[in-house]
Structure formats: structure tokens, C-alpha cells
């Protein structure tokens, strides 16, 4: 499985954005998907994560509340919808995939595709 993450931009703060996880392949509802992000200068970090059949999802603290992970496993496709968009969520946003999803260290995924850039002005 490829995946590869789109629609990021640049918004001003308060502002949304959908990013979306297209994956190739036929195994995609079989794993669980996380989004990572990774500032200049930074540790890449957990961002949001679902489970295979989208019951189960868990968020960053700096995160919850604001953004929302869904997925479409007819589509192949997973989101991250980010409301409420701070100059601190500017960073190159990631998706993974995963076979568990209370393992939250980017070491423990793979099948990271380009990452989309995220910028927010204040």
C-alpha cells in the first residue's frame, strides 16, 4: 500500500483545511491510519488516528477538539478535517498506516507517502 496525503495550503488563522489520505491498493480497510505532522526544526508528531473501520479514532492533546479523522475504505481514502487552525499547526502533515492503533510512535508505521504542507498565518 502507497498512501499519499494532499490539500494543504495556506490559511490564516481560524481558518479550516481537509487533507486527504489516497492509498493504492486492495489492503487499505485493513489498517489503521494515522496522520503525523513534522515542523521545521522539529520531531515529526502524532497527530490523529482511526481504527480499520473508522469506530475508533484518539488525538493529540493539541489537537482534540479542533481537528476530525474519518475514512472511506470504499474510497481508499482517509481525512483529517482541521477547524480552528493555529499558527502552531503550521508543519508538513503525513499519513501512515499501522496494524495497531494505541502505538502512536512514527517508528512503529509505514507506507509514508510525500507529506502536504500546512501553513497558517496569524
Known amino acids: 500500500v502507497q498512501l499519499q496525503a494532499s490539500g494543504g495550503g495556506l490559511v490564516q488563522a481560524g481558518g479550516s483545511l481537509r487533507l486527504s489520505c489516497a492509498a493504492s491498493?486492495?489492503?487499505?480497510?485493513?489498517?489503521?491510519i494515522g496522520w503525523f505532522r513534522q515542523a521545521p526544526g522539529k520531531e515529526r508528531e502524532f497527530v490523529a488516528v482511526?481504527?480499520?473501520?473508522?469506530?475508533?479514532?484518539d488525538y493529540a492533546d493539541s489537537v482534540r477538539g479542533r481537528f476530525t479523522i474519518s475514512r472511506q475504505n470504499a474510497k481508499n481514502t482517509a481525512y483529517l478535517q482541521m477547524n480552528s487552525l493555529k499558527p502552531e499547526d503550521t508543519a508538513v502533515y503525513y499519513c501512515?498506516?499501522?496494524?495497531?492503533?494505541?502505538?502512536?510512535?512514527?517508528?512503529?508505521?509505514?507506507?509514508w507517502g510525500q507529506g502536504t504542507q500546512v501553513t497558517v498565518s496569524s
Open positions: 482511526i481504527s480499520w473501520s473508522g469506530a475508533v479514532t
Open positions: 501512515a498506516r499501522n496494524s495497531d492503533m494505541y502505538i502512536k510512535g512514527p517508528d512503529s508505521y509505514d507506507s
Open positions: 491498493g486492495r489492503t487499505f480497510s485493513n489498517y489503521v
